[in-house]
């Protein structure tokens, strides 16, 4: 990844994780727009945390709330608690469970890690940029062979809660070896939660898990 320390603290120096309390992520978004210097961007959000996507750069910018999450409708309100015991940095269980977990797995490089940046305080994770399956248009393809496969081998009950093509792809990440995909799809299954669509994707041609510190419902 190609990003500078100096400059992501610089951008962000007006950030304290109040900002989810004191005024919403619109705001918030509204703000870093006119962070001088700071590049064009897009951003998503869910119930763990703000990822901020800088459109022709190869990293991106993940703020975990801390704090409960309270389900209003198809909105999310966030309450911000200072850090105390409900409070939960779903970036920094990522890293636990790829210590715990994945290292020594075999799996290693089909999980991404982060770098950790202080700001004001606060933990800012930055992740390689890559390809999420639920929002892309161009994503790899899968030849009809190995989708065929997948969709014959119903001993894969693992592959359920994963897309087909993203199966797929796994197929032939391991050579087209059915055992090793049922064992790594097992492995997630096992293993992991929370794993939907927006949580997995592609770097080039190979299937990822960029997203895996579950959710605590």
């Keep these: 990844m190609n990003y500078n320390v100096n400059d992501i603290k610089k951008w962000l120096n007006f950030f304290n994780p109040e900002h989810f309390t004191d005024y919403d992520i619109d705001d918030f978004i509204d703000v870093l727009g006119r962070v001088k210097g700071f590049p064009e961007f897009n951003w998503e959000y869910g119930a763990t945390k703000l990822c901020i996507i800088p459109e022709f750069e190869d990293y991106v910018i993940k703020i975990p709330f ?30 636990e469970y790829f ?3 994945v290292f020594g797995s ?14 004001n305080g606060w933990p800012v994770y930055i992740q390689e940029k890559v390809t999420v399956h639920k929002d892309s248009k161009v994503i790899p393809a899968p030849s009809k062979e190995s989708v065929a496969r997948v ?14 093509n993203w199966v797929a792809i796994a197929l032939e990440n391991f050579d087209n070896d059915i055992d090793a995909l049922d064992n ?18 592609y770097k080039g041609n190979q299937v990822i898990i960029l997203d895996y510190g579950g959710y605590n419902s």
């Design 66 to 95: 801390d704090g409960e999450v309270d389900y209003q409708g198809e909105n999310f309100t966030y309450f911000y608690n200072g850090g105390g015991d409900e409070g939960w940095d779903y970036c920094a269980l990522e890293y």
């Design 99 to 101: 210590v715990d977990t």
């Design 106 to 119: 075999g799996y290693e490089k089909f999980f991404l890690t982060t770098d950790c940046v202080i700001v």
């Design 151 to 164: 969709r014959k081998e119903s001993k894969m009950k693992c592959s359920v809660p994963f897309p087909t």
């Design 184 to 201: 790594f799809l097992s492995f997630l299954y096992e293993n992991f939660t929370d794993l939907h669509s927006g949580n997995i994707g």
